[in-house]
């Protein structure tokens, strides 16, 4: 079975400074990585995801996050944030021999500080 | 616009109503799907339809039924719910169950059991 934490539920941070969202997981097997966002009375947006390759991923909106497999994590990061950056993220994992059953962090709020 | 429209955006019942939640998708993808969220809880997936074939619940309550008429259309059919039934509810799509390319998610119907 494979778990999913977002260590922080909010982070708050000034404009135009670098935020950092930090996602762990547990699996007994490899899995394939996501972090989504979820703009204010909106569904969820694929950021971007991991399958394979490159341990670095860039994603949409200047978003990128780093596969670390000896420390089980996904952090997501961006050098500048935006106050349209405003939003709740979400971590997700996939065991590469599961179909399609996502298992999901329960979100981090981030707060742009004007 | 995400491809997938979800109506109506707002819902408030009472519990003995009968009433129906509706997605659309046109994206010509393959499998749909509903999940729950509530406020600081990971997502849960409740069903999942691959080709208009279930092919999960997720130990969802009998109150809670499901109805894939076709490839494009995904019903939520609610009946006698309970207060700890508010939610918002989403419904996603993806090209296959293996969801690998990521899902593409509605904006979600928020429901209010009173």
């Known amino acids: 079975a494979q778990s999913v934490t977002q260590l922080d539920s909010q982070v708050p941070v000034f404009e135009e400074a670098p935020v950092e969202l930090r996602c762990n997981y547990s699996?007994?097997?490899?899995?394939?990585l996501f972090w989504y966002v979820q703009y204010p009375n909106q569904g969820l947006q694929l950021l971007l995801k991991?399958?394979?390759?490159s341990t670095l991923v860039k994603g949409i909106n200047g978003f990128e996050a780093e596969f670390n497999k000896s420390q089980t994590s996904f952090h997501l990061r961006k050098p500048s944030v935006h106050i349209s950056d405003t939003a709740e993220y979400f971590c997700a994992v996939r065991a590469m021999d599961s179909n399609y059953q996502l298992i999901w962090g329960a979100g981090t709020k981030l707060i742009i500080k004007p | 616009e995400t491809g997938v429209t979800q109506t109506p955006r707002h819902l408030v019942m009472g519990m003995t109503n009968k009433k129906s939640l509706k997605c659309e998708q046109h994206l010509g993808h393959n499998a749909m799907y509903w999940y729950k969220q509530s406020a600081k809880k990971p997502l849960e997936l409740m069903f999942v339809y691959s080709l208009e074939e279930r092919v999960e619940n997720n130990s969802v309550p009998s109150r809670f039924s499901p109805e894939c008429p076709n490839s494009s259309h995904l019903f939520l059919h609610l009946h006698t719910l309970q207060p700890e039934d508010s939610a918002l509810y989403l419904c996603a799509s993806s090209q296959d169950k293996a969801g690998g390319r990521g899902y593409t998610f509605g904006s979600g119907t928020r429901l209010t059991v009173v």
């Open positions: 699996s007994s097997v490899s899995v394939y």
């Open positions: 991991y399958l394979s390759g």
